[in-house]
Structure formats: structure tokens, C-alpha cells
């Protein structure tokens, strides 16, 4: 065809294949634009030459939208990659990177999976990004730093170790929630965990997952009035042998 319109030429490249984008990218000048637009939307990082493809590359980098690094790179060529994503909606570093290699960055995240300590330098960059809607915390909190309600003003999704959900949820429109199973051995187990620090989001709970021994033993009374608007529950463990699971089945049935 001499032409074709835009918006048909993206749908089609949508279904093509990354090998055949690389190909389509020699065809010409608009045919290789848009289909760098889909090559680079969602990057998943293996290898240390896409980041200094990116880091060299500002016309690439603006392109990508998601943006997963699986191995450690030079915090260097990373952190001049990360400041070319203009564009950039969600974020996963692994946990070898200092938070200051977000220094700088100008994207504004939809949803971020954070394996950085909190320090003065996290907390920096939260503070630049309001427009979070889901955090996956996966290290500790540094109770020394403060974590400001004008901290994540719009996070409706919220994953981390119980410990910090007293701090994250006050204030905040949180409306799902993953806990992360805790590291410890099957007998440390807390009875008597208070569970009223679910009632401070300032969103309905509606979705929670959570491991099962957080639960178990609590009267259903007590987790009706914690959790009034819950429509999907998820109990994990590692640990289900040691209980019988039709008393478990049976603590948790008014849901």
C-alpha cells in the first residue's frame, strides 16, 4: 500500500512478533518509529546492554512504559537510563541499588515495586510521585524517617510486611491489600494481634490477602466490624497441615 493510516498501522503492529518489529524497523522512517514505540514499551532487564541502549538513547528511552530490571547494572548507565524514561509508569529495581539512583527523574509512576530500604532518599522520591496507585513494599520500614500522610496520597493498592501497614494505611484510599508472609518459624504465631490498624485507610477494604494464622482464632465478630466492606479474601501459608482446614474454612465462612 503507498499509505496507511496511523492508527490502523499501530493496530496491526500490535500483533506482530518482536523479531518481525526488528525487521519492520528497516522498512522506513515511519514504520521503524512505531514500531520502537512497541519494542521498547515494556522493558523485563536481563542484560546490562538494554540499560546502556537506553542510557545513550533519550529518543528509546522516552518510549519505554514499564521498565522490570532482573540483574544488577552499573548504578551509573542505570540512573542515566531511568532519568531518559520520561514516560514511565511502572518501575521494579532489584534490592542491590541504592534509592539514589532515582535522584533526578522526572516520570510520574502509576505502580511501583520497591525493594529499596526506606531512607531519606526513598522518601524523596515518593514524595515526587503523587500519582501512585499501587506500591509493593518489599524491605523494612526505618522507623527513625518519617512517612508523612502527604506521602502517597492516592494509593488504592498496597503490598508489604504486616509492620507497616499501621504507618501506610492512615489517610490513604487503600482498597486492596497484599501482606507478605511473614519470616519466621510456624510457632511464632500472634493470637492476639490487634487488627485495628485495618480500619485507617480512608478507602472500604475490599480485597485482602493475608496469612491465614493472622486470622485464625479471631472471632468472627471481630473481623466482620474490621473488615465490613471485604468482598475477596485470600488466606496464605506454608503452614495449612498444622491446622485442620475445615476450622479454618469455618472461622472465615462469613465472607
Not at 149 to 158: A, D, E, F, H, Y
Request: one cysteine or more; a negative charge; hydrophobic letters at 40%.
Amino acid at each position: 500500500m503507498p499509505s496507511i493510516p496511523v492508527d490502523v498501522l499501530r493496530e496491526i503492529l500490535e500483533h506482530v512478533d518482536k523479531a518481525d518489529l526488528v525487521t519492520l524497523c528497516q522498512v522506513n522512517k515511519i514504520c521503524c518509529s512505531y514500531s520502537q514505540d512497541i519494542l521498547y514499551r515494556d522493558i523485563l532487564v536481563g542484560d546490562a546492554r538494554i540499560t546502556r541502549v537506553l542510557a545513550r538513547s533519550p529518543d528509546l528511552a522516552k518510549r519505554v512504559r514499564s521498565f522490570d530490571s532482573l540483574s544488577p547494572h552499573p548504578p551509573r548507565e542505570l540512573s542515566t537510563a531511568l532519568k531518559n524514561m520520561t514516560s514511565l509508569r511502572h518501575l521494579g529495581l532489584i534490592k542491590t541499588y541504592d534509592a539514589a539512583v532515582l535522584d533526578g527523574c522526572t516520570f510520574q509512576l502509576d505502580t511501583f515495586d520497591c525493594w529499596f530500604y526506606y531512607g531519606d532518599p526513598l522518601r524523596k522520591f515518593l514524595a515526587s510521585q503523587p500519582s501512585l496507585t499501587y506500591v509493593n513494599f518489599y524491605q523494612g520500614l526505618e522507623e527513625s524517617i518519617s512517612f508523612e500522610q502527604t506521602l502517597l496520597p492516592n494509593l488504592t493498592r498496597l503490598a508489604a510486611s504486616l509492620e507497616w501497614f499501621p504507618t501506610l494505611l492512615p489517610g490513604r484510599p487503600v482498597r486492596l491489600i497484599d501482606t507478605h508472609d511473614p519470616d519466621f518459624s510456624f510457632e511464632y504465631v500472634h493470637p492476639d494481634l490487634d487488627l485495628s490498624f485495618f480500619t485507617l485507610s480512608a478507602g472500604p477494604l475490599q480485597k485482602l490477602s493475608i496469612p491465614f494464622f493472622f486470622l485464625y482464632l479471631k472471632p468472627a465478630s471481630v473481623l466482620i466490624s474490621t473488615f465490613p466492606f471485604l468482598t475477596h479474601l485470600v488466606l496464605t501459608s506454608y503452614y495449612m497441615e498444622h491446622f485442620e482446614v475445615s476450622e479454618v474454612v469455618r472461622k472465615t465462612s462469613f465472607y
